[in-house]
Nanobody
């Protein structure tokens, strides 16, 4: 069983930056694709950024050029660097370990508990 623990959420001003981290337990991290999702109240969870086991990345159109996903296999950790945050991006951010090395629909996925990013005025 894999456990994913997100951290790094908090208050951020519009236009500010924040880095989220997701640490995974176990030994399969390096073989799996990882993703960051976000979910606003009453809305579906949406993919923000993903990274394959081979470090290929993908981003939603809304965050391209502002967010960067990266991974450190030695630390079993995936990161999401968020710059120029917008007020509407105040959401709960979740980390996902795919059941595959690629960013494809799969079974045997794992989710973290989420970390709150809150905009402050």
């Amino acid at each position: 069983q894999v456990q994913l623990v997100e951290s790094g959420g908090g208050l951020v001003q519009p236009g500010g930056s924040l880095t989220l981290s997701c640490a995974a337990s176990g030994s399969i991290f390096r073989f799996r694709a990882m993703g960051w999702y976000r979910q606003a109240p009453g809305k579906q969870r949406e993919l923000v950024a993903g990274i394959t086991s081979g470090n290929s990345t993908t981003y939603s159109d809304s965050v391209k050029g502002r967010f960067t996903i990266s991974r450190d296999n030695a630390k079993n950790t995936v990161y999401l660097q968020m710059n120029s945050l917008k007020p509407e991006e105040t959401d709960v951010y979740f980390c996902k370990m795919y059941g595959s090395s690629r960013l494809v629909p799969s079974t045997n996925n794992y989710w973290g508990q989420g970390t709150q990013v809150t905009g402050s005025s």
